[in-house]
């Protein structure tokens, strides 16, 4: 029984680390099109 439930705790461990990654992940991906677009927009009002 002790074996099982270890597993289960380090699986449920690579589980909270995978899911944290692909939140990073995707905040990360999300700030990569925010910031060209901000950059893009401050630009344009600069020469207009």
């Keep these: 029984p002790d074996e099982s ?4 705790t380090y699986s449920h461990k690579i589980a909270v680390i995978n899911s944290l990654q692909n939140l990073f ?5 999300h700030f990569q099109t925010i910031i060209p677009s901000t950059d893009f927009q401050i630009l ?3 020469s207009i």
């Design 25 to 29: 992940g995707s905040i990360f991906t």
């Design 44 to 46: 344009g009002k600069t």
């Design 5 to 8: 439930s270890s597993k289960q």
